[in-house]
Structures are given as structure tokens and as C-alpha cells.
């Protein structure tokens, strides 16, 4: 079945360092990659995603390349912000699970500090 | 504004009650899913539907239940069944069934058994 594997968290940084949160995954097909986003309280944001290999999203600075050599869609961003603060979370989705339901990640707590 | 509502925002209840989760959504979308959130976890799914009058079990569908009377509408009781029902619940919608497509959440509803 399908599976999302994230570096355990919580990570703690200074504002302005650089940003790493590895995801990596295992599935059956093709998968559809996604990076949610979620502030304290409320639902889930999309923050990126890439549909087929060697596909880079981006947003708001945040970047992820779909590596399906290395079944990874690791998350960068450059230089953090306070207001980057949340929990992140990685998913995917593909044609051959029913529904086209969404595999999470156990979610990687992001905390900046001025 | 087009978006998912769900209501209320907290709730809770006595043990060995049933309660209904609103969640409802003006964005013309196919389908529908809940997922339960616990503490330091990522999001698990409870149930989805793809058209009205049919749904499918996710893979923690046990103590729960749900209906989708209209297109835009599909409630979560959580029974007196479920073991341990004390959780973040969300709800999310898809435009149409295509793996590739992002999905929409709604601000959540807190659950809490007194």
C-alpha cells in the first residue's frame, strides 16, 4: 500500500535560515505529491504540489521537485519567517487507490523564532 | 465566497452520546472525505464519497457513521461505538475524482468526551 515517511520534527530555527523537511514515499503507481500546510487551530492549506517526476512546485518561496528516483519531495524554503510557523504536512494521491483519497504524513511541527 | 463551512468549531459530549458533525460545501465538488486528526499525528480517513448516495469506508470507519443526501452536504455522526472519540475532525471536497486534483479542507471541528 501506499505510505509517507517525514523527518520527525519538531524543528526549531532562527528567522532568515534555510529550510529542509524531508518526505519521502512509497507507492503502488504515479503518484500526485502534495505539501499541506496547517496553523494552529485550523484546517489544512495546500502550500504546493507535483503531479509527475522532475515537476517543481512552488509557492510563497517554498519549493518542492518530485524525485521519483529517490521517491522523495523533500521541502525547502530559503529563509524562513516567524509567520512560517505550523505543522506541515506531506501527501500523495494516486489512480490506482480508490477514490483518489490522500496518504498523509505524520506531519513535521515548524517553529521560528525572531 | 466559495469554501467548505463546518460547525460547530468545538463540541462536547457526554460519553455514550451520539453527535453530528456538520460539513457542508458550495464549491459544486464531486467528492467528500472526513479525517480524524489525533495530538502529533497525521490525518487518518474515516470516510469518503464520491457521489451522492453512495460512500465508502476509509480506514478507521469503525464507530462512525455518515450520509450524503445532497452534493454539497455530508455529515459524520461519531456513535457511542467508537472507542475513543476525543479528536481534531476534518472535513475535505475535490472538484471531481482525478488523483491529481488538490483537496479543499474545511476549519475543522474539536471533539471533545466528557
Known amino acids: 500500500g501506499n505510505s509517507v515517511t517525514q523527518m520527525e520534527g519538531p524543528v526549531t530555527l532562527s528567522e532568515e535560515a534555510f529550510l529542509t523537511i524531508n518526505c519521502t514515499y512509497t507507492?503502488?503507481?504515479?503518484?500526485?505529491l502534495f505539501w499541506y500546510v496547517q496553523y494552529p487551530g485550523e484546517g489544512l492549506q495546500l502550500l504546493l504540489k507535483?503531479?509527475?517526476?522532475?515537476d517543481k512546485g512552488s509557492n510563497k518561496g517554498f519549493e518542492a521537485t518530485y524525485r521519483k528516483e529517490t521517491t522523495s519531495f523533500h521541502l525547502e524554503k530559503g529563509s524562513v519567517q516567524v509567520s512560517d510557523s505550523a505543522v506541515y504536512f506531506c501527501a500523495l494521491s494516486d489512480r490506482e487507490t480508490s477514490g483518489s483519497r490522500l496518504t498523509f504524513g505524520e506531519g513535521t511541527q515548524l517553529t521560528v523564532n525572531p | 465566497d466559495g469554501g467548505i463551512t463546518q460547525s460547530p468549531k468545538y463540541l462536547f459530549r457526554k460519553e455514550g452520546q451520539n453527535v453530528t458533525l456538520s460539513c457542508e460545501q458550495n464549491l459544486n465538488h464531486d467528492a467528500m472525505y472526513w479525517y480524524r486528526q489525533d495530538p502529533g499525528q497525521g490525518l487518518r480517513l474515516i470516510y469518503y464519497s464520491q457521489i451522492v448516495n453512495d460512500f465508502q469506508k476509509g480506514d478507521i470507519a469503525e464507530g462512525y457513521s455518515v450520509s450524503r443526501e445532497k452534493k454539497e452536504s455530508f455529515p459524520l455522526t461519531v456513535t457511542s461505538a467508537q472507542k475513543n472519540p476525543t479528536a481534531f475532525y476534518l472535513c475535505?471536497?475535490?472538484?471531481?475524482?482525478?488523483?491529481?486534483?488538490?483537496?479543499?479542507f474545511g476549519p475543522g471541528t474539536r471533539l471533545t468526551v466528557l
Open positions: 507535483a503531479t509527475k517526476a522532475d
Open positions: 507507492a503502488t503507481g504515479y503518484p500526485s
Open positions: 475535505a471536497s475535490i472538484p471531481d475524482r482525478t488523483y491529481t486534483d488538490t483537496q479543499y
